[in-house]
């Protein structure tokens, strides 16, 4: 399968700012990539350079064979985007703001009117298409920016975390909108903060951190990396962490999870389990919970990078 999108070596600098630093990879036709990153890895960063908004120090970048940088407005024409803040004019109607970025494609006025009329179908603002989208809901505006990047019937579409900030509800509704369009046949690059995300919906995943890909796989291999299981140990009192870390040092390499969790790769399976039992024991620590599982991508991103997704956030915040 030829690659629909082909990322190499992309460098993009602000002052003393990596925000890319070597970016490199693959979406092929039909498929979807996951970018997965915590605040600040650079993830906006590629999808505004790969549609064509951005332009990067060094690197390339081609989508559909199209270089990014020589070419740009012949591949505005066949993508799509939807970005992390919704692009949506607040004082015009939802059917209003399809109108325009259809206009803004130059095509045919029916046509404009036909598809306006099925995406609002599709994404269930049929009921608020004459509202001003100044009165919708988060997930009403990101539907409608999702419906607005799909007027021109992109078969690239690049979504920027399209379901950062709804609530559970909206975010399964988007998923399946998402799934459907993957299903007929879009190239899909999706960026996202939320592994569960990346898991259901990607193919491969490329974990992106500081402005590097730091693993690429599908699920399971990123899920491999970690050593197939892991155990889980929380104190039972918070203000043990750091006393249960050595202790657990002592018998494996002990990562600090967002939730004052802390997980050990369990190379040794359940003989690790036994031993984080007697470590924290002998050094009188008191535990609520101490368990064996299968990696989640969170243990995947901590083994990787040694800190949590959600943690990078406060750093940078
Ligand atoms: N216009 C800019 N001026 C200065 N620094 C910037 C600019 N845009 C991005 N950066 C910096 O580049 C890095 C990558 O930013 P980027 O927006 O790509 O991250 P992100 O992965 O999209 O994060 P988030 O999950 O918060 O959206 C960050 O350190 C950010 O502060
Ligand atoms: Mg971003």
């Known amino acids: ?22 970016v490199t990879l693959q979406v092929p036709q039909g498929g979807v990539l996951g970018l997965l990153g915590p605040n600040g890895a650079g993830k906006t960063t590629t999808v505004r350079v790969l549609t ?32 992390q803040y919704a692009a949506v004019d607040e004082l015009l109607t939802g059917r209003e703001n399809l109108v325009l970025v259809g206009k803004l494609y130059h095509l045919p006025k029916a046509e404009i009117t036909r598809r306006a009329d099925e995406l609002l179908e599709r994404f269930e603002l049929t009921a608020a298409a004459s509202r001003v989208v100044k009165g919708y809901s988060g997930g009403m505006r ?27 509800r909206s975010r399964l509704r988007l998923w399946e909108v998402i799934e459907d369009l993957v299903r007929d ?3 899909l690059l999706l960026t996202t903060q939320y592994l569960e995300e990346a898991d259901r919906l990607a193919d491969r995943i490329a974990v992106i951190d500081t402005g590097k890909v ?7 291999e990123l899920k491999d990396r970690v050593g197939g299981s892991v155990v889980v140990v929380r104190p039972a ?3 043990d962490g750091d006393r249960a870390f050595a202790a657990l040092s002592t018998v494996g390499e002990p990562v600090r999870g967002a939730s004052g969790d802390l997980t ?24 609520s919970e101490l368990a064996l599982r299968r990696p989640t991508l969170d243990d995947v991103f901590l083994t990787l990078t040694g800190h949590a997704a959600e943690q990078a956030e406060e750093q940078s915040a």
Not at 143 to 163: C, K
Not at 214 to 220: K, L, Q, Y
Request: hydrophobic share 40%; charged share 25%.
């Open 52 to 83: 064509t908004l951005l332009r990067p120090d060094s690197g390339r970048a081609s989508v559909l064979g199209i270089d990014v940088l020589k070419d740009p407005d012949k591949l505005r024409r066949i993508i799509g985007v939807a970005g």
């Open 142 to 168: 990101r539907r409608l920016d999702l419906a607005a990047s799909l007027v021109n019937r992109p078969q690239v579409l690049f979504l920027d975390e399209p379901t950062t900030g709804l609530d559970p």
């Open 237 to 239: 009192n918070s203000a």
């Open 264 to 287: 050990l790769p369990a190379t040794t399976g359940v003989t690790l389990v036994t031993e984080a039992a007697r470590v924290l024991e002998e050094a009188g620590i008191a535990i």
């Open 185 to 187: 046949g879009t190239t």
């Open 1 to 22: 399968m030829a690659a629909a999108v082909e990322v190499e070596d992309l460098v993009k600098t602000y002052g003393t700012t990596r925000a890319l630093d070597g």
């Open 214 to 220: 730091i693993a690429e796989g599908t699920s399971d």
